[in-house]
């Protein structure tokens, strides 16, 4: 047991007890099952259980979901409402949606956020949307391969602060989710295990089901593929142009969620990819701008400068702006970048070539793309918005 506890370690071990006390509680129900008090406790207990159906959309396969947090109703519930709960801040001023807004696929607008106590962040937000299909998480690191560990990045970071929970407010910040009824009532039904089902683990477990649960296919491409919507002409010139070796975007862009790291069950664990796309080259030398250096700032390799994760492209119409750093204002300058094999800045600290920056992944070699060619691919690309998540009661803000 120590072993495997371990082996797990940081804030994500499994709950020891789990299984010797699910087998006690089954003996109770079954022996006082019958009584009016039992019926009761039955119901109390099996509400919560294996109630979740994914209705998934065409084209999407079945999510892999960690064993130690199945997902459930009641559980997606609780998360839900802590996503958008700013009491989960140390000073109550932030939640995730705070830099996940609903209405804009979950990221935020800004070419990077603030948290909570005034830090600026190095990054964009990007969207939680989907998140169920992701094999790693944020821009470049590949050590955070689920929800749950990703989570503690924004509650307890201190490099930026964002949510700002700490060893002294940490007590206090529970105690705000405890005293209030609603949570009250319903983490106890949900971690039935729990002695204090109010905790960070389940905290942590409520809004990582909350977030798996994002999954809708409405966009307009997803349509088209049911044969519920037409593509225009110039839609279909965008796909075909994505899709095809002129554009390459598929090979970093190809999968059902337009990305290339998506898990799911029964998916082959291939080599995680990341990849340089010749944003920059600061002063000619390969270099991207400190602090962002994606995968090299973990593994400190010359091939890794620059290296980050080819984000998925649904909702991207609505992520603006784009890029690691969201130094990207708009779609079609994505698109003039990658026709030009690397963007160029003329001046300032950044200065350089990112055509020239030894480290780009050969792909991105330039592509001969009319006008009309570059207005095809982003018509194309605003054909994979999703529903506006801020309509639907499932993933609005509860307390609006
Ligand atoms: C102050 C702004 C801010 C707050 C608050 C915040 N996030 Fe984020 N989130 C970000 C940024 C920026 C990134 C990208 C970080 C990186 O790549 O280094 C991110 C990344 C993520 C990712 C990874 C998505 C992906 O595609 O890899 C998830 C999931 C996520 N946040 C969930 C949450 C949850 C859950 C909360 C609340 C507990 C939260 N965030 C609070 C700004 C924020
Ligand atoms: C070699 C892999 C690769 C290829 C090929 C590729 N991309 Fe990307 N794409 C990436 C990576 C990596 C990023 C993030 C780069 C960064 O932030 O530094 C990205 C970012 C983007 C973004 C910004 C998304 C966001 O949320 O910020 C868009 C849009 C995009 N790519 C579209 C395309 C299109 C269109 C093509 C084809 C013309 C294409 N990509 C080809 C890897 C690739």
Request: net charge positive; aromatic share 10%; with cysteine.
């Amino acid at each position: 047991m120590a072993r495997s506890r371990e082996k797990n370690k940081g804030r994500f071990a499994a709950p020891r007890r789990f299984t010797s006390r699910a087998l006690v509680l089954a003996v109770v129900v079954f022996t006082v099952g019958t009584t009016a008090f039992g019926l009761q406790a039955t119901g109390a207990l099996k509400a919560p259980r294996q109630d979740w159906s994914w209705s998934l959309p065409q084209g999407f396969p079945q999510p892999r979901v960690p064993a130690k947090n199945k997902m459930s109703r009641a559980k997606v519930e609780i998360g839900h409402r802590l996503f958008y709960d700013t009491r989960l801040s140390g000073n109550g001023t932030q939640s995730c949606s705070s830099c996940h807004f609903p209405e804009l696929a979950f990221t935020d607008g800004r070419t990077t956020p603030v948290g909570s106590t005034g830090d600026v962040l190095a990054r964009n937000a990007p969207s939680v949307a989907n998140s169920a299909y992701h094999r790693t998480f944020t821009w470049a690191n590949p050590a955070l391969t689920s929800l749950e560990s990703q989570m503690d990045v924004p509650l307890f970071g201190t490099n930026p602060v964002e949510m700002g929970i700490n060893d002294k407010n940490k007590k206090k910040v529970l105690g705000r989710i405890k005293r209030d009824p609603w949570y009250a009532k319903r983490f106890p039904r949900v971690y039935r295990w729990s002695k204090k089902p109010v905790n960070w683990f389940n905290i942590i477990r409520s809004i990582s089901a909350f977030q798996r649960s994002i999954v809708t296919g409405t966009s307009k491409y997803n349509r088209f593929l049911r044969g519920k919507a037409e593509l225009t002409s110039s839609e279909r010139s965008g796909l075909n142009l994505f899709m095809g070796e002129d554009g390459e975007c598929h090979h970093c862009h190809g999968s059902f969620i337009f990305e290339d790291q998506a898990t799911y069950i029964g998916a082959a664990d291939e080599r995680l990819k990341f990849h340089n796309t010749g944003l920059y080259n600061v002063g000619g030398t390969g270099a991207y701008p400190f602090g962002n250096r994606g995968l090299f700032e973990i593994t400190g390799k010359k091939k890794d400068m620059g290296a980050f994760r080819a984000p998925s492209l649904l909702n991207v119409a609505r992520t603006a702006p784009y890029m690691h750093d969201g130094s990207v204002k708009t779609l079609m300058d994505v698109v003039d970048i990658y026709a030009r094999g690397g963007r160029l800045i003329t001046e300032g600290p950044y200065a350089g070539d990112g055509a020239l920056n030894p480290h780009k992944n050969p792909l991105i070699s330039g592509i001969k793309l009319s006008e009309q060619d570059k207005k095809d691919i982003v018509a194309f690309l605003r054909t994979l918005t999703e529903m506006d998540y801020s309509k639907d009661p499932r993933f609005a803000d509860p307390f609006k």
